[in-house]
């Protein structure tokens, strides 16, 4: 065996209850190490170059040489140890050829009933104001994700805003069209939606049932702190319609469990009471965070110690999380979910997330944006629906978006699951849709350690919850 060095940035060990889990950072699968894999391990760690006469003074007497061979050979096979005299890797750059969308999202109203104070949407409106999406633009969206949709089964549309229930027509009338349509080329079309909910009637609920939407509701939890951001455009808390109208949907919906989203913003951070209501004082089957970290008034986000509160208070409910899991019990906390689904399956990630690769964003006029969030922005488009995609520009997003090296996402040990974070966000607060989400850096590395520790416990309790609870969420998604 000549000189071998490990490849720290590829290999990163938690300890867990006695467990010795080694995570191989580049595919996100969890290794628990044995004995001599443990030691092999220490013994690079604290050596910058390792060789036989090294291995044989220090391991020797602790474990035979077969054994030690065999943990040499799996490491250098996981690219965790190499040749000393082997120059740094580059990461590859997969080359964009081809757009093989699943999901168009249609905005189909900038106008919005509500004046949700942190709101991102550049293009937002009053009611009175807003911009509907014609007919023939859906419709071409529509077509434009039946072209590139043409190696897969199942093709989602994703209803935005504005409020999209206030385009109510439109929507019906893309179903109308849409099942049908995606049918006759062997396909299923599943039907996503998003809503504040202040405008849901039971027949509303009722054809949405009927046409097994998934159904999303934007709530802040308990009427004081949802009241605090989410009021009508003139200045009323909406607490008391979107209870009355959420308690109204849940005692009516059957063919999907409904999901709330909630947004953290400065004084309205209290996660676990907002989950309990939300769960248990509404009956939501799950409830999911997402921090303002990045919004246009910027009273309203997260600073960073609020933020490290924030991400302590969902490690709380996830210590809750896990210990119902290990009794096979579900409290439906969407973040936990995700966290446990990257590690269960193994995520490996070269871009932060499906926006303009499986997925693109279509506004009122038929421009195609890299998702919703960006509809409306100074950011640039990349086709029109009548047109087609402008494969080039967004091939070479794609291709850019995938070297961090300039960054230092390059050896983060959460670069498979991360990938340098929202482009939207880094947009929003950096300018440059590239630029890491530095404010999230450690406390996400935190966050994924504690997701490992609590994989490995409910691997150890309850093995079955993977099987009974996640995948078939995974499957509705």
């Known amino acids: ?51 036989s006469d090294i291995m044989r003074s220090e391991l020797g007497g602790r474990h035979g040489p077969e054994a030690l061979a065999e943990c040499v050979e799996s490491f250098l096979a996981l690219d965790l140890l190499r040749d000393a005299a082997t120059p740094e890797i580059p990461r590859p750059i997969a080359r964009v050829e081809e757009i093989p969308l699943s999901t168009i999202i249609l ?46 089964d199942r093709v989602n549309v994703v209803f935005f805003g504005g409020e999209p229930l206030s385009n109510m027509p439109l929507i019906r009338e893309v179903v109308a069209y849409a099942g049908p349509r995606a049918a006759r080329e062997g396909k299923v079309v599943d039907f996503s939606l998003t809503t504040n909910a202040t405008l849901l009637t039971e027949e509303m609920v009722d054809w949405f049932d009927a046409h097994h939407f998934a159904l999303t509701v934007s709530m802040d939890g308990p009427k004081a702190l949802h009241d605090v951001n989410r009021r009508t455009v003139g200045g009323k808390g909406t607490y008391d319609v979107v209870a009355t109208k959420v308690r109204m949907l849940l005692s009516r919906y059957r063919s999907r469990p409904v999901g709330a989203r909630v947004t953290l913003t400065r004084g309205v951070t209290d996660v676990i009471a907002i989950h309990d209501h939300l769960k248990y004082g509404l009956g939501f089957a799950e409830v999911g965070f997402g921090p303002a970290t990045s919004g246009p008034v910027s009273v309203f986000n997260l600073d960073g110690p609020a933020l490290a509160q924030v991400f302590e208070d969902m490690k709380a409910l996830g210590r809750r999380y896990t210990e119902a899991a290990c009794r096979g ?34 506004d009122k006029a038929g421009d195609l944006h890299l998702c919703h969030r960006f509809v409306g922005s100074d950011q640039p488009t990349y086709g029109n ?93």
């Open 107 to 152: 905005n189909v109203n900038t106008g919005c009933n509500l004046a949700c104070t942190y709101c991102y949407k550049e293009d937002l409106a009053v009611p009175a104001k807003g911009e509907k999406m014609a007919f023939e633009t859906a419709r071409a969206s529509f077509e434009l994700l039946m072209r590139q949709a043409r190696d897969r």
């Open 385 to 477: 629906v009548a047109e087609g995609i402008d494969v080039p520009k967004l091939a070479a997003f794609i291709e850019g978006a995938q070297d961090r090296s300039a960054y230092g996402c390059r050896t983060c040990r959460i670069r498979s699951i991360c990938a340098g974070g929202c482009y939207h966000e880094a947009y929003a607060r950096q300018g440059d849709p590239f630029a890491p989400v530095y404010h999230y850096c450690d406390l996400m590395r935190d966050w994924v350690d504690f997701g490992i520790e609590a994989y490995v416990r409910i691997m150890q309790a309850n093995p079955d919850f993977f099987r009974s609870h996640l995948e078939p969420r995974k499957s509705r998604t």
């Open 329 to 362: 019990e579900n409290i439906g906390f969407s973040n936990m979910h995700q966290l446990l689904t990257d590690i269960a399956q193994g995520t490996k990630k070269a871009v932060p997330c499906g926006a303009g690769l499986g997925m693109l964003a279509v």
């Open 1 to 51: 065996m000549g000189d071998l060095t490990l490849i720290r940035h590829n290999a990163h060990r938690v300890d867990v209850d006695g467990h010795a889990m080694l995570m191989h950072v580049p595919t996100t699968s969890l290794f628990e190490l044995d004995a001599a894999s443990r030691d092999v391990y220490d013994l690079f760690r604290r050596h910058a170059q390792v060789d």
